[in-house]
């Protein structure tokens, strides 16, 4: 079964930069992280969890949420199973806990619906 860990989440001011990691394990064989779609989504308190970034399996591109286009960016070392999101330009909307997700099989890849293994998340607070 897929586990995945983030780190690297804190807290930083409006503008700044942070990145985020999420190693994986656990996949399912013969598979590797490059069978797998790969995401990043967010949450705040009482609202619906959000697709931020996706990376289609096979190195076949990237998505990105329109409020992080420019700021974010979604990346994989395969040789250390690990996804990373660099975030760049920091604004207060984008506090939130933030969680990676894997899944072999997916049709709406910002959908978090569509994903069935979850890290635990990694909380990123932007103050103003």
């Known amino acids: 079964q897929v586990q995945l860990v983030e780190s690297g989440g804190g807290s930083v001011q409006a503008g700044g930069s942070l990145r985020l990691s999420c190693v994986g394990s656990?996949?399912?064989?013969?598979?590797?992280?490059?069978?797998?779609?790969m995401g990043w989504f967010r949450q705040v308190p009482g609202k619906e969890r959000e697709g931020v970034a996706a990376?289609?399996?096979?190195?076949?591109?990237?998505i990105y949420a329109d409020s992080v286009k420019g700021r974010f960016t979604i990346t994989q070392d395969k040789g250390k199973n690990t996804l990373y999101l660099q975030m760049n330009s920091l604004e207060p909307e984008d506090t939130a806990q933030y969680y990676c997700?894997?899944?072999?099989?997916?049709?709406?890849?910002?959908?978090?619906?569509?994903?069935?293994?979850w890290g635990q998340g990694a909380q990123v607070t932007v103050s103003s």
């Open positions: 997700a894997a899944d072999p099989v997916v049709a709406q890849i910002l959908n978090p619906g569509e994903y069935r293994a």
């Open positions: 656990g996949w399912a064989t013969p598979w590797t992280m490059s069978n797998y779609y």
């Open positions: 990376a289609r399996p096979g190195d076949r591109g990237t």
